[in-house]
């Protein structure tokens, strides 16, 4: 019995991808499907980063196919194709960027800035490029929290940064530029003359994801971040605490005004397990990032415990996504970087960059 393309296709229709649920022939992720005589071959494209998924998701649409009469052989390359994707109306994308993250917190203590680090570090390790800047003029902790907060950033031709390079990522803080005793005393729109210098005077390398770790509230910095930087979409951190949730309400209802969708809710700080007796214990209350999401209608992309590793590697400069790569914690980083990924994927693509340039002349 002979095979031909339409019969590949019907078996791929039955094929759900594990991340998003959807059959890859309907959302177009089957490239290049070839049939000769009874060998199969085809690509699957996808639209986010999945290194620790691609076997999971070959053998799925190999077994599919192979389950079909008369098929002798089948070749499967499984790969991802991260593009640009829409952003505020009216701002243009950052040269080298094509998706910018912000991290946001209405209040600090959160957790937000660790969060933000691992995401970047399991986004990368998920097989994308990624870059953190550090927007926190203030409080810059990403420098610490990367271990190369002795390092100073370099100018190949005076007028911009090279990003400075940790764990297969790029970053860029205003911690890289001063000494780390030295005090911000600076007014509102300096901070955000400075930090919009360090985002588009940094010479990002071909970014598929440029991470944000945005500083606490609703005040200046946040503001112009949203209205004049390409913000593909935000991440909201907060702890299951009443105190916390009141001003990640304002931080969603902020990316609102702005015309920043907000991807997700990451509840930090879940709960406690006593690393003696194992005892969990929900220390600020339970159940609060949930109910957030489910007033806002926005996803609930995980929890994280209270645990003393996350903080110690952290503190160490090598965060747990890379200090524990294998670990129960970094399994969890990487299920949240897979969502955001997933929600980022999801949206309209950029297509600005087809549009031609029209230029009036008087002749």
């Known amino acids: ?27 177009r992720c089957i490239r290049n499907l070839t049939v000769d005589g009874g060998k199969v071959r085809f690509n699957v494209e996808l639209g986010y980063p999945a290194r620790s998924q691609i076997d999971l998701i070959r053998k799925r649409v190999t077994d599919a196919v192979t389950a079909l009469p008369g098929v ?15 952003v505020q109306h009216g701002v243009k994308l950052l ?64 007028k911009h940064m090279e990003p400075l390079q940790a764990h ?32 588009k005077d940094t010479n990002w390398k071909d970014l598929d994801y440029l991470v944000i770790d945005m ?48 991807v997700g809710v ?8 006593c690393s003696k007796c194992g005892h969990e214990e929900h220390i600020f209350g339970t159940g609060g990032g949930q ?14 415990p209270l645990d003393l590793q996350i903080r110690q590697e952290a503190d160490g400069g090598t965060p747990t996504v890379v200090a524990a790569p294998d670990g129960r914690i970094a399994a969890i980083y990487r299920e949240i970087a897979r969502k955001v990924a997933l929600r980022v994927a999801e949206k309209a693509k950029d297509m600005t960059h087809k549009f031609p340039n029209i230029v009036v002349q008087n002749t």
């Open 1 to 27: 019995m002979s095979v031909s393309v339409e019969n590949v296709n019907e078996a791929l229709k039955s094929v759900l991808d594990p991340n998003t649920g959807k059959d890859f022939v309907s959302s």
């Open 72 to 86: 002798t052989a089948v070749e499967v390359e499984v790969c991802s194709k991260i593009v640009a994707h829409a």
């Open 95 to 158: 040269p080298g960027v094509k998706n910018i993250i912000a991290v946001a917190s209405g209040k600090g203590g959160v957790g937000k800035s660790t969060t933000a680090v691992n995401l970047a570090l399991a986004l990368a390790a998920e097989g994308a490029q990624v870059g953190i800047l550090d927007a926190d003029i203030y409080g810059p902790s990403q420098p610490q929290m990367l271990g190369i907060g002795h390092e100073r950033p370099q100018s190949l031709d005076g």
């Open 168 to 199: 297969g990522i790029q970053a860029m803080s205003i911690g890289f530029l001063v000494d780390p005793d030295t005090p911000m005393v600076w007014r509102g729109p300096m901070a955000t003359q400075a930090l919009n210098q360090l985002l």
């Open 215 to 262: 500083p606490p509230g609703t005040g200046d910095i946040q503001l112009t971040l949203s209205q004049q930087v390409p913000v593909t979409g935000a991440v909201i951190v907060t702890t299951p605490q009443d105190i916390a949730l009141l001003d990640a309400r304002k931080g969603i209802k902020m990316f609102e005004k702005v015309g920043v969708p907000v």
């Open 266 to 273: 990451v509840e930090n700080m879940s709960i406690h397990i």
């Open 291 to 304: 109910k957030l999401c489910a007033d806002y209608n926005i996803p609930f992309l995980g929890a994280l």
